[in-house]
């Protein structure tokens, strides 16, 4: 069984930075998309970053844009999410999710787009 796994989660403070990354146990797994998703405590899973390998597209939610770049390497089926400017509402636990099937016409910015989940690396930043 493929298994995507986080890392690079931690506590820092207002404006301060982290960078997570996350791959799959096996160089074989094909992915055509992978995303981060984010969940507080109390509150819906929802949508961070996405990157599409087949048109070579990224997708960011408002509440991020400008500050967190995704990036990743389709080949070895890994993800990145620089996080700068980091504030208070940041704060979740952080998934990372990977397609394994084709779609021309889903965006991939919703959770039953993705296959795969990770465990989640916990993020929190202070005030």
């Known amino acids: 069984q493929v298994q995507l796994v986080e890392s690079g989660g931690g506590l820092v403070q207002t404006g301060g930075s982290l960078r997570l990354s996350c791959a799959a146990s096996?160089?074989?797994?094909?992915?055509?998309?992978m995303g981060w998703f984010r969940q507080a405590p109390g509150k819906e899973r929802e949508f961070v970053a996405a990157v599409s390998w087949r048109f070579g597209t990224t997708y960011y939610a408002d509440s991020v844009k400008g500050r967190f770049t995704i990036s990743g390497d389709n080949a070895k089926n890994t993800v990145y999410l620089q996080m700068n400017s980091l504030i208070p509402g940041d704060t979740g636990v952080y998934y990372c999710?990977?397609?394994?099937?084709?779609?021309?016409?889903?965006?991939?910015?919703?959770?039953?787009?993705?296959?795969?989940w990770g465990q989640g690396t916990q993020v929190t930043v202070s005030s």
């Open positions: 096996e160089r074989t797994f094909t992915t055509y998309a």
């Open positions: 999710a990977a397609a394994s099937t084709a779609n021309l016409y889903q965006l991939p910015n919703g959770k039953n787009r993705y296959d795969y």
